[in-house]
Structures are given as structure tokens and as C-alpha cells.
DNA sequence: GAGCACTGC
């Protein structure tokens, strides 16, 4: 079944712009010669290790329904295959399009601009990307890139993704949470698509009158009103209107037949042709440098000590020339450790020794900061990248030839029974490998292992993908509102729990968004729609009613980034008194809204922001959410101008309605205990409420790590909670008055 | 007394 590619071909490429039909905004002159730039590019497109295996790669996706293909890095799969099939023809002259999709936005978007550069075309003509917040592609667009986000919320509005003849998964042995969604609903669309594509076929020859097509099984659009949801309840939906083909599908003339390409950079192909009726699988072969490996001879005790040592001896063995070192460790505390370690042993090293500079970079770390490790090191000194898994699939830093594996990484994790946790753990050997691939990206390189070779075989083959191991609420809702009936038979590649369902299931089941049958209600439908755990699509509806639509945007785009502030080891006070400009007695919902506040009025200012330990970046991604769901809002009927003023009481309150799961009471020897599950909890030390005595308390999530902690959390009465789950807390009495 | 990495019409 499974075959290797290394077949010659002598084919030459075609002319870029004979094929297809043509760009649309042509002529005028002071256009860039895209035609001569592509024309430029041709030899490095020829000499790439795919190229060779180009005609058995587009007659292999074009017969089959399904091909898995594995690619090395540098094989060139990501950039070429692509063009392939858009120099194929599989196209139809331009009347479909093929989608390809990354997990991570600046993939999307780079790899777009390099193959438009290719191909010959304008960005967002016969090329382009679409991902959240920008979409630069047109009609004309043949060849998309997205991430796989963007995908999963266009079958939202076109189930049968009709607009596309091949999509194409890149990255897909990553297993992402979006990559398996998308794997199990296109194995779904395939099916449904060649049905359709048979009896089209079978329609023309007969030239029947009437086609009928099987019952369908996608829900259609409901509406949702605003104003008295106390009242509309039970009355609302027209769930039972009988179902018109159209609305569901589409035009389904002339629908074609779905091509799946799964591309992965690892060996685990055979699952995924499996997944696909054994889809042929196909190899190519990669362009790598040969990378050293070395094991320690004993296990290491503290391997951040172990890091520190590698590192100085790496730079004491070996010429300062011979590249950069990149440090993989867990975590921002395990990374400032390390530059501490470093920081001390530089300033003490030898005459003639070369200079040592430590530069972290890790998710939290302001841009400003992150670009350091980008900039070339200074005359006669070596730079030590100290990094988590950013470095590891994220971002790649140039003249990296020394690589220290820490062998450990955090990793979220979720069980119904205990709730989130975010652990370090050992990781797996493909991840092992990923990172040793980093130090031969330029040349010949050397790996590092902090652990024995003995160790090393003990750990697992791959990581568990992320949808074993997350909260699938808002997974099982996007399938519900894909038209899944039973998300317990959905065919998961790798299924999650059943526990992990039903407590899925159950928190829709509370949210109201699922009803008794467990069919989607139309709030479930309308919550849907929103790029946003149901938890906060919950807030935003129930905020109508509370008259503060405003606030609950605004607060809901602020929880969308997991750090507004940024804190150094070494400023933790400086920070902690720049903060108390914002500072909310209520707690950190509140706090968060006045930091947006702040930062508008200084129109979002860089000094500012430095001065008070604001990372920019990320409130301006909230603005973007912001907007977004601004956009949304209005276009779903609802005042998103609607304001409560000074009443901000009133907001907490609504966030009630999606958080009433997530309340802890105060007990009388000062801690804390959840109210549904009687744990203890811990407010984290970065919350405006930690050390104070609040009588009741919401948070936005539980995470555990060395302890349970509660993050982001607000003040609340107690009768709050009571009127927003009557049936689980009723009994609760008010802590406000006296 | 302390936060891996991503993503979303």
C-alpha cells in the first residue's frame, strides 16, 4: 500500500501564468514584473528534493480520494505541492479553489507571500490567505492558505465547503485541536460530497427531472431574541421548519468529488491512512544537515543545573564561530533561572574566552524582547537562546548549530474529575527529534540530551494529541452546530473520553445551549457563532438583558489573551505599584477593563505601556477581538453600545450566566472552597483579590500546578450566584448587606 | 507567592 516516491521527471514546470485563468487587476503599467520574478524563482523550484517526484504526487492526489504524504524538513512539500495541484488543473479552470491550512497564523501567511512570489501572481489574486482578522484573498483566489481555525469556522457556513475541489492539511502529525476536528469533519464532507458528486453524475446521464437527496442531518440557522430571555425560553426556534435543501448545501450542481491531502513530517502516516480507507501514502525525501546526538552518561538530578554546565562547556570546547546554542527548558521560571545561572559564570569567564549572552524568549515575553534573539550577536560573543516550545515548531532562529534538550516541556492537561492542569512532563521522542532538527538547519550541527540514551528510548513515540487531554465544550459545540447528531459516534481519530463528552455534553446542558434531548437549542445555535469559549458567548447574551453588552465585550476580548501585564523576575514591586493605577477592589475583571481604559486614552502609547508593564502586543490583539466581536454583536441584532455606566456591578453579575460553575466561598480559617467541588483554591498570586478576604468569590479559570490556582477573579454576592443557577445554589444567602 | 504552545468571519 504504501509506495515511495522517487521516480525522476523531467517534465519541465509550465509557464506560471499560462495556466488558469489570469489575474484580474493586469496592465497599468507600474505593476511589479511578477511573471519575471517567478521565472527567477523557477531554478530553486527545480531543485528541490519534491520536485523530482512532481507527476507521481499530482496524478496520485487527483486518482485517489485521500493521500497521506510524508515530507521531511526541506523536503519543499509545504510550498510545492500546492503549485502542483494548481498547475494540475484539479481546479477546473479556476471554478473551485484548493485550501491548505497551517496551525499557526504566520505560517499561513508567510508561505502564502512565497508561493504567490512563485507562482506569479499578486498576493490575494490567484494566491492568497485568509486568517482571523485578515483575509487577503479575492475572488479570483485559487490557491488559499488559512489556518485551521479559519477552515473549521467556514464549515460552519458551508458544510459542504462547495468552493473547494482539494483541501490540503499541512502540519497535521502536530494533532492540534483544530487539525483533528477538521480530519474527522472532512472524512465526513468526503462522503457526503461523493454521494452528491455519484447522483449528479447518475442526474446527467438520466437527465432526471427531480433528484432527491438522502434526509438531511445539518441543523439550520435559528434566531435569538433580545430584551426578556426570562420569556423566550421555551417559545423560540424553528428547529421543526421543514428542512429546504438549499439553505444546507447550497447549489449542489456540479458538485464535485473532495481530494484530502494529509501532509505530516513524521513517520505515523499509517495511522492517518487508516483513518482514510488506507489512503496511499507517499514519502519524500527531506534536505537536512547530518546532526550529532549525545547522551549523559547518568541521569541528571536538576537538569536546569545540567543546562547551565552544558552551555559552558559547549562555549569553552568549541570555537565561537561554530554557532549559536538553543537551550530548550519548560517555562519562563525554568528560563530566567538559567540566565541567572549564565549571567554569573559569563561575567567570570577566562581572558580569551569569547563573551557568553543569555537571550530568553518564551510566549509572555514582550516583542521588543523577543526580537533579541534575531539580532546578530555582538563582535566575539556567542548567543544562548533559553527557550520553551516556541522554539520548537513557532519560530525558527537563525545560526543555530548547538542544541541543549532539556527533555521536559509543560503540558496542559485536562480530566473532568480534576479539572486543568498545566505540569511539566518528559517529552516524547518525536519531539525530542523535532528539537535535535533544529541545530541542522544551516549546517551540520550537535544535539545535547540532558538524559541518558536509556531514558530516552523509555519515552513515548509521540505526545497524546491536545483533544485527549482539553475541555471539549466548545468542540461538541461546533459539531452540534455542524450538524452532528451523536458527538459520541463522531468517527475522532483518536476519541476523547467519554467522560470527557458527557462533561462536555453537561456544561452545554447548563449553559442552555443543548436542551433535555440534547439537541442544540437555538441559543446553543446562536452561541455557536462566536469565535469564543461557550462560557463567554453565554456572558455576551446574557448581557443584553443586564443592559451591559459594552462592558462584556470589552471583558470577554480582555480574557482572550492569557497575559495583559508583564512581569521580570527583577520588578516584580516596580510592577505591582505601576499596576495599582488600574487596580479594581471588585478584583480583576474590573481591573482588566480599566487597563483597557488606560490604554486607549493613551491611544495604546509604547512608553506608556513600558512604564507600566503593559504588554502591548497582546492588548492590541484585544482590540482586534474586540472589534471582531463588535462586528458580530451588531450583526446578530444586539446594542453593543449598550452601557451600565458606573453600575459595573451589574457586569459581574452577568458574568454569572456562564460562570456560575466556576464560584468559591471563603471559609472561616481563610481559604478558599469551589462551590461545586468543595476543592480547595488557591487565588493566584497575580490577582488584584490575592491576600484579601473576599467573602465570595468567580474566576475566570482553575489551573493546577503546584497548587490549584484560581486565575483572573472578581468579588461577587453570593445571592448573585444563587439567582444565576437557582436549581444548584439556591439556598445561598447575600454576604453584601452588613 | 507565580503562566507551555497555539487558534477563531
Redo the contacts with the bound molecule.
Keep these: 500500500m504504501a509506495k515511495t516516491v522517487v521516480f525522476p521527471d523531467s517534465e519541465p514546470l509550465k509557464d506560471p501564468l499560462s495556466v488558469g485563468s489570469r489575474d484580474k487587476k493586469q496592465g497599468g503599467g507600474k505593476r511589479p514584473d511578477y511573471r519575471a520574478q517567478a521565472l527567477r524563482l523557477r531554478p530553486q523550484r527545480q531543485a528541490l528534493p519534491i520536485y523530482s517526484a512532481r507527476s507521481a504526487i499530482i496524478k496520485s492526489i487527483t486518482e485517489n480520494a485521500t493521500v497521506v504524504i510524508v515530507g521531511e524538513t526541506g523536503s519543499g512539500k509545504t510550498t510545492q505541492i500546492p503549485q502542483y495541484l494548481l498547475e494540475s488543473g484539479i481546479t477546473a479552470g479556476g471554478k473551485t479553489a484548493i485550501a491548505v491550512t497551517q496551525?499557526?497564523?504566520?505560517a499561513a501567511t508567510s508561505i502564502a507571500k512565497r508561493v504567490a512570489e512563485e507562482v506569479g501572481t499578486p498576493l490575494g489574486g490567484r494566491v492568497g490567505y485568509?486568517?482571523?482578522f485578515e483575509?487577503c484573498s479575492s475572488d479570483a483566489t485559487q490557491l488559499r492558505f488559512c489556518?485551521d481555525?479559519?477552515l473549521?469556522?467556514?464549515i460552519l457556513?458551508d458544510p459542504l465547503l462547495r468552493r473547494y475541489s482539494v483541501v490540503v492539511l499541512d502540519e497535521a502529525h502536530e494533532r492540534?485541536l483544530?487539525t483533528d476536528i477538521l480530519l474527522g469533519m472532512l472524512k465526513d464532507i468526503q462522503r457526503e460530497r461523493t454521494r452528491v458528486a455519484q447522483l449528479n453524475r447518475d442526474a446527467e446521464q438520466t437527465s432526471a427531472e427531480s433528484m432527491e437527496y438522502a434526509p438531511d442531518h445539518r441543523s439550520r440557522g435559528t434566531h435569538v431574541k433580545f430584551g426578556e430571555p426570562e420569556e423566550d425560553e421555551k417559545n423560540e426556534g424553528d428547529g421543526t421548519a421543514a428542512p429546504v435543501m438549499d439553505e444546507v448545501h447550497g447549489d449542489v450542481s456540479g458538485l464535485d468529488d473532495l481530494h484530502i491531502v494529509v501532509m505530516s513530517a513524521t513517520l505515523d502516516a499509517e495511522r492517518f491512512s487508516e483513518y482514510f480507507d488506507k489512503a496511499p501514502i507517499l514519502y519524500v525525501a527531506g534536505r537536512q544537515f547530518p546532526v550529532t546526538t549525545y547522551y549523559t552518561s547518568d541521569p541528571q538530578s536538576d537538569y536546569l543545573d545540567a543546562a547551565h554546565l552544558a552551555t559552558l562547556q559547549i562555549h569553552t570546547d568549541t570555537p565561537s564561530d561554530s554557532g549559536d546554542i538553543l537551550v530548550f527548558l519548560?517555562?519562563?521560571?525554568d528560563i530566567e533561572n538559567v540566565e541567572r545561572l549564565l549571567l554569573d559564570s559569563a561575567a567570570n569567564l577566562p581572558k580569551g574566552v569569547p563573551s557568553l549572552l543569555p537571550c530568553p524568549i518564551?510566549?509572555?515575553l514582550p516583542q521588543a524582547q523577543q526580537s533579541r534573539v534575531f539580532d546578530p550577536a555582538p563582535e566575539f560573543t556567542r548567543k544562548v537562546i533559553l527557550a520553551?516550545?516556541?522554539a520548537e515548531t513557532?519560530l525558527t532562529i537563525p545560526g543555530i548549530r548547538h542544541v541543549i534538550d532539556s527533555g521536559v516541556?509543560?503540558?496542559?492537561g485536562f480530566d473532568p474529575r480534576v479539572g486543568e492542569s498545566?505540569l511539566v512532563e518528559p517529552i516524547s521522542k518525536s519531539s525530542a527529534r523535532q528539537r535535535t532538527g533544529r541545530a541542522g538547519r544551516e549546517a551540520a550541527g550537535f544535539c545535547y540530551r540532558l538524559y541518558t540514551e536509556a531514558d530516552y528510548a523509555q519515552l513515548p513515540e509521540d505526545s497524546i494529541p491536545?483533544i485527549k487531554r482539553c475541555q471539549l465544550s466548545?468542540v461538541v459545540l461546533q459539531l452540534k452546530a455542524s450538524g452532528v447528531k451523536d458527538v459520541m459516534k463522531f468517527d475522532f481519530m483518536d476519541r476523547p473520553s467519554r467522560k470527557a463528552l458527557k462533561h462536555a455534553l453537561l456544561e452545554l446542558y447548563a449553559l442552555d445551549a443543548l436542551d433535555d434531548a440534547g439537541e442544540l437549542t437555538p441559543l446553543g445555535k446562536w452561541m455557536s457563532?462566536f469565535?469564543?469559549?461557550p462560557t463567554y458567548a453565554k456572558v455576551i447574551y446574557a448581557s443584553a438583558a443586564a443592559g451591559c453588552t459594552r462592558e462584556a465585550i470589552d471583558i470577554v476580548s480582555l480574557l482572550?489573551v492569557?497575559?495583559l501585564f508583564y512581569?521580570p523576575a527583577d520588578k516584580?514591586e516596580e510592577s505591582n505599584a505601576a499596576q495599582m493605577a488600574f487596580r479594581s477592589a471588585d478584583g480583576d475583571h474590573l481591573t482588566y477593563l480599566n487597563l483597557l481604559r488606560a490604554f486607549n486614552k493613551v491611544n495604546g502609547d509604547s512608553v506608556w505601556c513600558q512604564e507600566h508593564f503593559v504588554n502591548r502586543r497582546n492588548v492590541r490583539h484585544v482590540l482586534d477581538v474586540r472589534q471582531?466581536l463588535n462586528r458580530?454583536c451588531a450583526r446578530l441584532g444586539m446594542d453593543i453600545e449598550r452601557s451600565c455606566g458606573t453600575d459595573l456591578a451589574s457586569v459581574l453579575r452577568c458574568f454569572l450566566a456562564g460562570f456560575f460553575h466556576n464560584c468559591a466561598m471563603l471559609q472561616p480559617d481563610g481559604t478558599y472552597r469551589s462551590l461545586n467541588g468543595s476543592q480547595a483554591v488557591n487565588i493566584?498570586?497575580?490577582s488584584s483579590l490575592?491576600g484579601k478576604k473576599t467573602p465570595a468569590i468567580f474566576y475566570d479559570q482553575l489551573v493546577f500546578?503546584?497548587?490549584l490556582?484560581a486565575?483572573a477573579v472578581s468579588a461577587v454576592d453570593s445571592a448573585w450566584i444563587a439567582q444565576a443557577a437557582p436549581k444548584l445554589y439556591g439556598r445561598l444567602q447575600s454576604n453584601s448587606s452588613t
Design positions: 496551525p499557526r497564523r504566520v485568509t486568517i482571523r483575509d489556518t481555525g479559519l473549521l469556522r467556514e457556513a492540534t483544530r519548560s517555562g519562563q521560571e518564551f510566549a509572555a520553551t516550545n516556541i513557532s516541556h509543560k503540558v496542559r498545566l491536545e466548545m457563532e469565535p469564543l469559549e482572550s492569557d497575559s512581569v516584580r471582531q458580530l493566584h498570586p497575580a490575592f500546578t503546584n497548587k490556582h486565575r
